[in-house]
């Protein structure tokens, strides 16, 4: 079998992108550091059936997307442009987007701390046994880690953070890791950003949920609400404040003068006899008890029904059949 030359290698990758471009609307760009072939082969199986993945040199990738829009007129695909920046690749896919991205976060394998590289997080050394011999105590003296011997073993007294996030791995620490055994990175695809049908939006936007949405919806209509209220504006959201606050004025003029509306006579009233507000509001708390009377009557009544009706039904011998 004749091997393929790199330009038809390149000329099969373009076919390839464009192909997935045109069969697929949601992308996931994805960042690939320190992502292993055999960690990324069984990324693809686990995706396999309606997703496919694809990497490669982000210049081809680039030139691809820009020699598609061109001939096809799809110039949604060039939003995916400024993303291909790093060691990234994409996700191509048919299924749910929250589902997929949820999946590829799955195959994340431990690694160790290498010599030079940027620590993703902190790690810190617990306390407890080592299983080294006391030969060992020179790693941790220059770490400044307290120890002792115990039964003839190195052993860590104390909690004690050895590298912190953003830091590079020095060799003694990667050293001391090595020794203990510890493999404190995990590395996978971490989705960087989603593209769906054009539009390109955070991969956080996934983690939304129906509460989230109806929350956020809510605080915009107070916020347009405060603004048409401020600047006298008068929008669907702000017409019932509106016309409160007109009755609270024009009630206030009434109040003041000697001018009424209808709408105005009854509070008025109240408040040239306070009496008679204090008797509106018993005879609605009246109301309110009554009603909770009648209804507990009703139901002791029907208790006392089906007492009497169990007592004929049975003849006056007990349901277990003693008289």
Same mark, same amino acid.
């Given at each position: 079998?004749?091997?393929?030359?790199?330009?038809?290698?390149?000329?099969?990758?373009?076919?390839?992108?464009?192909?997935?471009?045109?069969?697929?609307?949601?992308?996931?760009?994805?960042?690939?550091?320190?992502?292993?072939?055999?960690?990324?082969?069984?990324?693809?199986? !686990?995706? $396999?059936?309606? &997703?496919?993945? =694809?990497?490669?040199?982000?210049?081809?990738?680039?030139? @691809? *997307?820009?020699?598609?829009?061109?001939?096809?007129?799809?110039?949604?695909?060039?939003?995916?442009?400024?993303?291909?920046?790093?060691?990234?690749?994409?996700?191509?896919?048919?299924?749910?987007?929250?589902?997929?991205?949820?999946?590829?976060?799955?195959?994340?394998?431990?690694?160790?701390?290498?010599?030079?590289?940027?620590?993703?997080?902190?790690?810190?050394?617990?306390?407890?046994?080592?299983?080294?011999?006391?030969?060992?105590?020179?790693?941790?003296?220059?770490?400044?880690?307290?120890?002792?011997?115990?039964?003839?073993?190195?052993?860590?007294?104390?909690?004690?953070?050895?590298?912190?996030?953003?830091?590079?791995?020095?060799?003694?620490?990667?050293?001391?890791?090595?020794?203990? !055994?510890? $493999?404190?990175? &995990?590395?996978? =695809?971490?989705?960087?950003?989603?593209?769906?049908?054009? @539009? *390109?939006?955070?991969?956080?936007?996934?983690?939304?949920?129906?509460?989230?949405?109806?929350?956020?919806?809510?605080?915009?209509?107070?916020?347009?609400?405060?603004?048409?209220?401020?600047?006298?504006?008068?929008?669907?959201?702000?017409?019932?404040?509106?016309?409160?606050?007109?009755?609270?004025?024009?009630?206030?003029?009434?109040?003041?003068?000697?001018?009424?509306?209808?709408?105005?006579?009854k509070v008025k009233e109240f408040l040239k006899d306070p009496s008679k507000f204090a008797v509106a509001v018993a005879a609605v708390s009246a109301d309110a008890g009554g009603g909770a009377s009648a209804g507990?009557?009703?139901?002791?009544?029907?208790?006392?029904?089906?007492?009497?009706?169990?007592?004929?039904?049975?003849? !006056?011998?007990?349901?277990?059949?003693?008289?």
């Open positions: 079998m004749v091997k393929a030359t790199k330009a038809e290698k390149k000329i099969a990758y373009d076919a390839k992108l464009c192909q997935l471009i045109d069969e697929f609307t949601q992308i996931l760009v994805v960042a690939a550091d320190n992502v292993g072939s055999t960690q990324l082969q069984n990324i693809r199986k !686990g995706l $396999r059936g309606d &997703s496919v993945v =694809l990497m490669g040199k982000n210049t081809m990738m680039k030139r @691809s *997307v820009k020699i598609h829009a061109e001939n096809t007129g799809n110039t949604g695909i060039l939003n995916l442009m400024p993303l291909l920046q790093g060691n990234v690749g994409l996700i191509f896919t048919k299924g749910d987007l929250k589902e997929v991205s949820e999946e590829v976060a799955k195959y994340k394998v431990g690694a160790p701390a290498r010599v030079g590289l940027v620590a993703p997080i902190d790690v810190v050394v617990q306390p407890g046994n080592t299983g080294l011999d006391p030969s060992q105590t020179s790693f941790f003296q220059v770490l400044n880690i307290p120890t002792k011997i115990n039964k003839g073993t190195v052993e860590i007294i104390t909690p004690v953070e050895l590298i912190k996030q953003g830091d590079k791995v020095g060799s003694s620490e990667a050293a001391l890791l090595a020794k203990l !055994g510890i $493999r404190p990175f &995990s590395y996978g =695809l971490v989705v960087q950003s989603v593209y769906d049908n054009g @539009s *390109v939006f955070s991969p956080e936007v996934l983690d939304l949920t129906e509460d989230d949405l109806v929350q956020k919806f809510a605080a915009g209509i107070c916020m347009v609400t405060s603004l048409a209220l401020a600047i006298s504006y008068p929008t669907l959201a702000a017409a019932p404040h509106m016309f409160i606050n007109a009755y609270k004025n024009a009630l206030a003029i009434s109040v003041a003068t000697e001018y009424t509306f209808p709408q105005a006579e507990a009557a009703k139901v002791e009544e029907k208790k006392e029904v089906v007492e009497e009706s169990d007592e004929e039904d049975y003849g !006056g011998f007990d349901m277990f059949g003693d008289e």
